[in-house]
């Protein structure tokens, strides 16, 4: 028990009947509960992975590409043993032709069925138990935008480099190259991967060799990673890069960026190697792999990160110039793929069903590095805001976080393999006590090294280390679906309290809970804390001590996986807004909407805004004061709002949530009016990219008469992920203004794909029909220029709009355009009902 006073406590708990008398009356509101009725439970096919009878022990893959056709040329070779008596083998590929498949030491070829994910090999003769076989396989694989990704391959759009990158989990790497596609299986690894010289490569482990042999117009670099791992782990990634390095302890680290991006290459990677040391450090486990490890970022990434062994791709967003820096940090996203080269990589899940082991595991250390680098505060809120999105998600359908019936392995990555898997484990870090948690985490890793496990394999370790029966946990948190909903409300007579509990979820789909919260109780010599068991349908709670009670908060730093619904009096609110707990704040900021038509509340929200000490209460507070600032009086309103800038609020998602109580604020008042002009105008000179987007949107929105004049410098600006062009075509489409037509159209011009482009384009297009004929010419004639744009959404666009304007003088342009081979349907149907339109126009022309 923590006390900041002594203190005497006793807790009693009492399984109830009927509810207690109580101890004073105040005027309550309460929290509705929302309806349960409206989630599902998945029910798909039960899914059982195909039983391995072959052990892969070691691949060696050699690839080259044909960047026109988008393939892949590639011959492997594979070392199995058989794992039983049988006479043929069965190995995964999709979308490939076969040469030849053969035996490399006899040199003979086999015969084969094909199907459109596996093959059968027949071996020609009966292998024993242990026998070994080494596989030859030629091949061309034509990837469909699965397992290897060709990144503007003809150099077609002018902007976005041309990359290749591959992303395996779950199943996709047979779509580039055979294998045995399954987690459990792990062999080691050889790449020879050859490109034009121009570009860098990565793969898995160390890059031994880098040549042009004789007679090759290529380089080919040779990679080896000398311990086993899962193949959906292999990767490789081909692209124009610089490549820092730096050698800390024993491992090298490789980060590669885009030529530009160069100068803040620490910032991008910042504390990588620090983050492994870390790792280390916790997990007792030193780097398990070859010692190297390699980050680089990827366009079109259909992920925001890979933890390939030794090789994480991330995406492109990751890089960023000096002045974004300042709001962005890839920590989380770093640590959450470094630590996977530990629960993931080194101890791998046996079948996806189990996929949360390897990322719960990531997600809590994400929250772990937090607490060990910024502090409590910064943990706390990592944690908070994780249980909010596995609650978003909880509200359309739960499921058990093991889960066996999803239609594909896909399905599995939610946020209940990630969100809702890294709190249940904090809550049994929670349970255990830090001794046996970490324990338990080192175990796990020394018994797993190197193997495929599941869910009893981690109840095993954990039982083993604490002595304790943990079924029933893993049965409730793992093998069940939901969380509990508690219904809390307490009753204070001086230095006697009595917390009633009621759990008050659907029981019928979801089981009633165990859990063992720590109950704060605030009184006026200080405070104390006491763990309580929390496990039927309505329990009572008694507390006493020397001082008076003020207050009985459950879980006050929100470890349990819970929702909580409450009856709270305004004094308790405003006890609770006061709190010095982060998150028992931030859930009285959640309360305090039922409250906010007292000014007391409101003019606290408002103070909380300007003044609280964490910077995601002050922006949770704007957000609140944003949505009700109907109730508030503009001249109150202003001066809070217009405090934040950078000079007083260094947080720029505070200054943001500043900006858009502004765009929700009424003003009649003229002179307010100008003063809130000032403001938005100095704000689009903020130090923060992201601020000066959020001016921008808001000088369209509020002010779309001055938009065009004060946006349209805006337009030429470069910035981090075009935020400040994506902004600047949003607030010209919001101002809705004549003269907005000149920035929308030096837009629309800017080569390649871009956000800012297609939006400019989009509205261009949905307004064709209404411009005059002078605006008319002009959109006519950019259109004109985009119907030979490299970007096919673009080139669709300007078919539509030239037609909808019945720009006739572009007819004989389009025939020859659909003369071309066009391999795209939807492209050839836009393109042939633009003709039709202005064929038709042609005849209404003639005299």
């Not at 006697?496 to 809970?513: C, I, K, S, Y």
Request: glycine fraction near 4%; charged fraction near 25%.
């Amino acid at each position: 028990m923590n006390k900041k006073n002594v203190l005497s406590a006793l807790v009693i708990f009492t399984i109830l009947a009927t509810s207690c008398a109580p101890f004073f009356w105040e005027e309550m509101y309460e929290e509705d509960v929302p309806g349960q009725e409206e989630w599902v439970i998945p029910d798909g096919p039960m899914q059982v992975l195909r039983e391995r009878t072959w052990d892969l022990h070691h691949q060696k893959l050699r690839v080259r590409f044909q960047f026109e056709m988008e393939q892949v040329l590639g011959e492997t070779e594979m070392l199995f043993t058989s794992m039983q008596e049988q006479s043929e083998l069965v190995f995964d590929a999709k979308t490939m032709e076969f040469d030849s498949i053969y035996d490399v030491r006899a040199g003979r070829k086999f015969d084969y069925a094909q199907d459109s994910a596996i093959v059968t090999v027949q071996l020609g003769r009966q292998f024993d138990e242990g026998d070994t076989l080494a596989l030859g396989i030629s091949f061309v694989s034509t990837p469909p935008q699965r397992g290897l990704y060709f990144v503007n391959p003809r150099g077609e759009d002018p902007v976005k480099p041309t990359q290749i990158w591959t992303l395996g989990q779950p199943e996709d790497n047979s779509f580039w190259f055979p294998t045995i596609d399954h987690p459990a299986e792990r062999a080691t690894q050889e790449t020879w991967i050859s490109v034009p010289d121009r570009f860098k490569t990565l793969s898995n482990g160390l890059l031994l060799d880098s040549r042009i042999l004789p007679g090759d117009s290529l380089r080919t670099d040779f990679w080896r990673l000398h311990q086993p791992h899962a193949p959906y782990l292999f990767v490789l990634a081909v692209g124009e890069y610089e490549i820092v390095e730096e050698k800390k302890g024993d491992v090298l680290y490789r980060y590669y960026v885009e030529h530009e991006f160069v100068n803040t290459v620490d910032l991008i990677y910042k504390n990588t190697a620090d983050m492994v040391a870390f790792s280390e450090e916790v997990t007792g486990v030193p780097w398990p792999w070859d010692p190297v490890y390699s980050q680089a970022p990827v366009h079109d990434f259909i992920a925001r990160g890979m933890e390939n062994t030794t090789a994480t791709l991330l995406y492109d967003a990751v890089q960023f110039d000096l002045r974004a820096s300042q709001d962005l940090s890839n920590q989380d996203l770093i640590m959450h793929e470094v630590i996977h080269q530990w629960f993931g990589n080194l101890v791998t899940c046996k079948d996806w069903a189990n996929l949360p082991l390897n990322e719960g595991f990531a997600n809590y250390f994400e929250s772990a590095y937090r607490l060990h680098k910024d502090g409590r505060e910064e943990y706390l809120w990592q944690n908070h805001n994780d249980r909010l999105r596995y609650f978003t998600e909880a509200a359309s359908y739960r499921r058990p976080v093991i889960f066996y019936k999803y239609d594909e392995p896909e399905d599995m990555y939610d946020r209940h393999t990630y969100q809702k898997a890294g709190q249940v484990l904090r809550m049994l870090h929670d349970y255990l006590g830090d001794e046996m948690w970490w324990k338990g985490v080192r175990l796990w890793l020394d018994r797993h090294a190197f193997d495929s496990v599941d869910v009893f394999d981690f109840q095993s370790v954990f039982e083993d280390v604490s002595g304790m029966d943990l079924y029933p946990f893993i049965d409730q948190w793992f093998l069940k679906p939901g969380h509990p909903y508690l219904e809390l409300s307490h009753e204070i007579q001086g230095n006697h309290a009595e917390l009633l509990v009621r759990q008050v979820h659907d029981t019928l789909r979801q089981p009633h809970f165990t859990m063992f919260p720590e109950v704060l109780v605030v009184t006026a010599g200080g405070e104390m804390r006491e763990r309580v068991r929390i496990d039927g349908p309505e329990q009572v709670f008694q507390f006493e001590s020397n001082h008076e009670i003020l207050d009985v908060i459950v879980d006050p730093e929100r470890v349990q996986l819970a929702e909580y619904f409450r009856d709270i009096s305004m004094s308790s609110l405003m006890r609770r807004l006061q709190s010095e707990y982060l998150l028992v704040r931030a859930e009285a900021l959640s309360l305090a909407q039922d409250f906010m038509e007292y000014r007391t509340i409101r003019d606290y929200i408002a103070q909380m805004a300007r003044e609280d000490s964490f910077w995601g209460i002050r922006m949770t507070a704007f957000g609140l004061l944003s949505d009700y600032v109907w109730l508030y009086d503009p001249g109150d309103v202003l001066p809070v709002a217009f405090h934040a800038v950078y000079e007083n609020e260094p947080n720029h998602h505070v200054r943001r949530e500043a900006l858009n109580v502004l765009r929700n604020l009424e003003i009649s008042d003229d002179n307010m009016h100008d003063k809130l002009l000032h403001h938005i105008t100095g704000m689009m000179a903020d130090t923060s990219y992201f601020v000066v987007s959020t001016a921008i949107i808001s000088a369209g929105e509020l002010f779309p008469e001055h938009a065009p004049e004060l946006v349209s410098p805006f337009a030429r600006m470069e910035s981090y992920q075009d935020v400040i062009k994506n902004a600047a075509a949003r607030a010209m489409i919001l101002s809705g203004q004549k003269s907005a037509l000149d920035v929308l159209i030096e837009l629309a011009e800017d080569p390649g794909e871009r956000r800012y482009r297609g939006l400019a384009l989009s509205h261009l297009l949905e307004n064709a029909r209404t411009l005059d004929d002078d605006a008319s010419v002009q959109v006519a004639q950019l259109f004109g220029r985009v119907i030979h744009d490299p970007i096919k959404a673009y080139r669709k666009m300007a078919y539509e709009a030239i037609g909808e304007i019945g720009a006739t003088g572009y007819l004989e342009e389009l025939k020859k355009i659909q003369e071309e081979r066009i391999t795209d349907v939807d492209e050839r149907r836009a393109l042939k009902d633009a003709i039709r339109v202005l064929e038709y126009n042609k005849i209404l022309e003639k005299p």
